[in-house]
């Protein structure tokens, strides 16, 4: 049967996609799950929690979609969303031929001209009060990110989790503004998107415990950071001029942040936000001024004056905790 031509429209080619890609993979994730009392289903969002059981050494609630992801000591909890960019389609810049990730060159005209696409997210969804006033209990939240490393090649992926604490300033304001503010407006009631790398997401202060590389020509492992081994990395803000761009930190929110950091701006009302952004970081570099200490002072910025007005409204303990934060 190894020996078979694989090819479609064949009842042997059917037996060999039973056994590789149910029968083989059900029974190997029934021995993980054995040992991380995850769930035994197969999905990539549930792959992400087996291996948030093995590198934190704390399993899980044995449920998928439902109930504590991973259970800690004293009756305390962490939730896990996963984020899988590694098998998005692309297309063909030539002719425009969706192209799958295995894909070099465009099967249709041969180019390799191709575009590849990494915008998957994070989702985190509050379906309803209850789980809003929820949102911060957990003791962390694990992000697992797997990406190509170069996305012009997709040749290498890797693989990552991140920490962040629930209870830090950038977490808690952006997830009542998302409660109150967007998803209140929403018809859809979408979850809230939290995309790697970007300015929400550094606003979280979040940590990477654990970070390999897969290849995917000889199926090899390298592991670069790892809990124990390795101490914790902190993603930090990049410049804030970078952030020019950002529809969340407005020319007005960008003037906030410099009074929040008692910054005297020389830059005169008409200034861009680019300009006033630049000198803002001038004043960061100049004192050496903590990441933690920007973040908050930019989440505030960005989320504090849409926000206080219903702050009242807060179920007890987020009312209690974000004036913690």
Same mark, same amino acid.
């Given at each position: 049967?190894?020996?078979?031509?694989?090819?479609?429209?064949? #009842?042997? =080619?059917? !037996?060999?996609?039973?056994? &590789?890609?149910?029968?083989?993979?059900? +029974? %190997?994730?029934?021995?993980?799950?054995?040992?991380?009392?995850?769930?035994?289903?197969?999905?990539?969002?549930?792959?992400?929690?087996?291996?948030?059981?093995?590198?934190?050494?704390?399993?899980?609630?044995?449920?998928?979609?439902?109930?504590?992801?991973?259970?800690?000591?004293?009756?305390?909890?962490?939730?896990?969303?996963?984020?899988?960019?590694?098998?998005?389609?692309?297309?063909?810049?030539?002719?425009?031929?969706? #192209?799958? =990730?295995? !894909?070099?060159?465009?099967? &249709?005209?041969?180019?390799?001209?191709? +575009? %590849?696409?990494?915008?998957?997210?994070?989702?985190?969804?509050?379906?309803?009060?209850?789980?809003?006033?929820?949102?911060?209990?957990?003791?962390?939240?694990?992000?697992?990110?797997?990406?190509?490393?170069?996305?012009?090649?997709?040749?290498?992926?890797?693989?990552?989790?991140?920490?962040?604490?629930?209870?830090?300033?950038?977490?808690?304001?952006?997830?009542?503004?998302?409660?109150?503010?967007?998803?209140?407006?929403?018809?859809?009631?979408?979850?809230?998107?939290?995309?790697?790398?970007?300015?929400?997401?550094?606003?979280?202060?979040?940590?990477?415990?654990?970070?390999?590389?897969?290849?995917?020509?000889?199926?090899?492992?390298?592991?670069?950071?790892?809990?124990?081994?390795?101490?914790?990395?902190?993603?930090?803000?990049?410049?804030?001029?970078?952030?020019?761009?950002?529809?969340?930190?407005?020319?007005?929110?960008?003037?906030?942040?410099?009074?929040?950091?008692?910054?005297?701006?020389?830059?005169?009302?008409?200034?861009?936000?680019?300009?006033?952004?630049?000198?803002?970081?001038?004043?960061?570099?100049?004192?050496?001024?903590?990441?933690?200490?920007?973040?908050?002072?930019?989440?505030?910025?960005?989320?504090?004056?849409?926000?206080?007005?219903?702050?009242?409204?807060?179920?007890?303990?987020?009312?209690?905790?974000?004036?913690?934060?």
């Amino acid at each position: 049967m190894d020996k078979y031509v694989i090819k479609l429209g064949d #009842i042997k =080619s059917s !037996e060999k996609l039973i056994f &590789d890609l149910y029968i083989d993979l059900r +029974k %190997r994730i029934n021995a993980w799950a054995a040992i991380t009392k995850q769930t035994a289903q197969a999905r990539m969002g549930y792959v992400g929690q087996h291996l948030v059981s093995v590198v934190t050494g704390y399993p899980g609630g044995k449920s998928g979609a439902r109930g504590h992801d991973i259970v800690l000591p004293d009756n305390e909890y962490a939730e896990i969303k996963t984020c899988y960019r590694v098998d998005q389609l692309g297309r063909c810049n030539n002719c425009d031929a969706r #192209i799958a =990730s295995i !894909e070099r060159v465009c099967p &249709d005209c041969g180019s390799h001209d191709i +575009k %590849r696409n990494d915008d998957s997210k994070w989702l985190i969804g509050i379906r309803h009060k209850d789980e809003f006033a929820a949102i911060a209990e957990p003791k962390s939240y694990y992000l697992v990110l797997f990406e190509f490393v170069d996305l012009t090649t997709a040749e290498s992926i890797r693989a990552s989790i991140w920490e962040i604490d629930p209870k830090s300033r950038g977490f808690l304001y952006c997830m009542v503004d998302y409660y109150l503010n967007i998803k209140s407006n929403s018809k859809s009631g979408a979850p809230f998107n939290l995309w790697p790398y970007q300015l929400k997401f550094c606003l979280m202060r979040p940590m990477l415990i654990y970070e390999s590389t897969i290849s995917t020509t000889d199926d090899s492992v390298i592991t670069h950071v790892f809990p124990g081994r390795n101490n914790p990395k902190e993603y930090p803000l990049r410049p804030l001029y970078e952030y020019k761009h950002s529809q969340n930190l407005t020319i007005n929110k960008v003037r906030e942040l410099a009074r929040i950091l008692k910054i005297s701006l020389q830059s005169n009302g008409d200034s861009k936000k680019s300009i006033l952004l630049e000198e803002i970081q001038q004043h960061i570099n100049e004192n050496q001024i903590k990441n933690e200490i920007i973040a908050n002072a930019v989440a505030k910025a960005i989320y504090w004056d849409d926000i206080k007005a219903k702050i009242n409204t807060l179920p007890h303990p987020l009312k209690t905790r974000i004036g913690n934060a």
